[in-house]
Structure formats: structure tokens, C-alpha cells
């Protein structure tokens, strides 16, 4: 998780290397706009014979593929953090609700 409090069972054994994968995956979210620029990059290769002299070296199918493979890894990234926010919201909506029914109760 990239900010909230981690509960008991979360860091230990599995949980734990759960929170490792996820802390690293949000660090990666932004990989896709990497890849999209790295592949920007590799398609103005076609448009100009000048960037195509320059890009020459990087312009393989292996660099078109990592271009690829970033974005799809930005992509995962992003839904994960998207979901973990989900998860923090979906828990303090709930702490907001139970303190509105004490709340009631003393009113």
C-alpha cells in the first residue's frame, strides 16, 4: 500500500510480499506515459528521414515491443493504485458511517 496504515495480517507471509508488489507497481504507474513517448519516438522515425537516421539504432522490434510492454505495465500499475484508493475511500466511508450512527444513538 503507497500511504495508509498497513494492518497486522497484511505484513506478514504473504501479506507482505502483497504490499511489496503493490508499493512497487504504483511506483511504476507512470511507466505507460514512458512507453507511449518511447513509441511516439519510434513512429516519428517514419515521418522524417532525419529522426529515422537518428532513431535508426533504437528502431527494432525489440525496442517497439518494450515500448508495448511499458504501457501495458502503466496501464496494470494505474488500475492497481486505482484499486487500493478504492479500498482506503470504501474504509473511511465506513469509519464516517459508523461515527454517524453513534452519533444518532447519543443524540
Known sequence: MTGGAVSKAQTSGLGALWVAVVKLLARLRYLGLLGYAL???????HASSRMHKILHSINTPKVHLLAISMVLAGHIAEHLHQEEENHHQEAHLHELRMEVQKLRKAA
Open 39 to 45: 513509441e511516439w519516438l519510434l513512429e516519428a522515425s
